[in-house]
């Protein structure tokens, strides 16, 4: 069965670094979404992505935070210069359509560790 | 906007035992529920959805979830617990003609006791 895959599994960085995430979605889907977990607290939307462009944000998404399709199967998520809040599980989820009624698959997640 | 709640942090049952995890929303529109469930350092992973119809929905694993649109209530259900049901269970809610994205309850740890 396709998966949603992400790497790596753990990342350590110190505050100030850049980090990039990457997240492989499913093969056939076309919308892509970035989460955050903090630990012990609730998955939060980040950014959705469809057709090379974001079409929605939230307000955790700021300007340290930039996403891509650099290629026809990566997706990655960039933070420019981390802070100790930005330490989370981040998850990454795709869907074929775009209807509220299709479901998401999520990844594995990657932990991140900034100190 | 759309909102969920899950009021338990934790649920406790004996293996064996039927077991329900709450979930309420709030929405406009037509209510889209999920359940997704996450093991220790995992994803989580889809169990079943209420999109229309009927109000019972069966799902992976045995799992099972009720819609109640008077209670706008979407509890998770298992007729008898396994221990290898141990995990963190949540809850998410969409809507048709709102935003396309879930938003996701806070989670509620699910043990199963031996």
């Known amino acids: 069965e396709p998966e949603v895959t992400q790497t790596p599994s753990h990342q350590v960085t110190q505050m100030g670094q850049e980090v990039i995430l ?19 607290q609730k998955v939060e939307f980040l950014v959705s992505f469809y057709n090379n462009e974001i079409s929605e944000k939230s307000e955790i998404f700021d300007d340290q935070f930039s996403v891509e399709r650099p290629d026809g199967s990566n997706f990655t998520l960039k933070i420019r210069s981390t802070k100790l809040e930005d330490s989370a599980m981040y998850f990454c989820a795709s869907r074929q359509l775009a209807g509220g009624s299709d479901t998401q698959y999520f990844g594995p997640g990657t932990r991140l560790t900034v100190l | 906007a759309q909102s969920v709640a899950q009021p338990e942090d934790q649920v406790n049952v004996a293996e ?5 995890v709450k979930c309420t929303y709030s929405v406009s529109g037509n209510p889209y529920l999920f359940w997704y469930v996450q093991y220790p350092n995992r994803g989580l992973q889809f169990l079943l959805k209420y999109i229309t119809g009927d109000n019972l929905v069966k799902g ?3 799992f099972e979830a009720e819609f109640n649109k008077s209670q706008t209530s979407f509890h998770l259900k298992k007729p008898s617990a ?33």
């Open chain 2, 16 to 20: 064996g035992n039927p077991l329900t």
């Open chain 2, 82 to 114: 396994l221990v290898s049901d141990s995990a963190l269970y949540f809850c998410a809610v969409g809507a048709s003609g709102g935003s396309y994205i879930p938003t996701f309850g806070r989670g509620t740890s699910l043990i199963v006791h031996p």
């Open chain 1, 22 to 40: 990457r997240c492989v979605p499913i093969s056939n889907h076309l919308y892509f979404y970035w989460y955050r977990q903090i630990l012990g």
């Open chain 2, 60 to 62: 992976s694993y045995g």
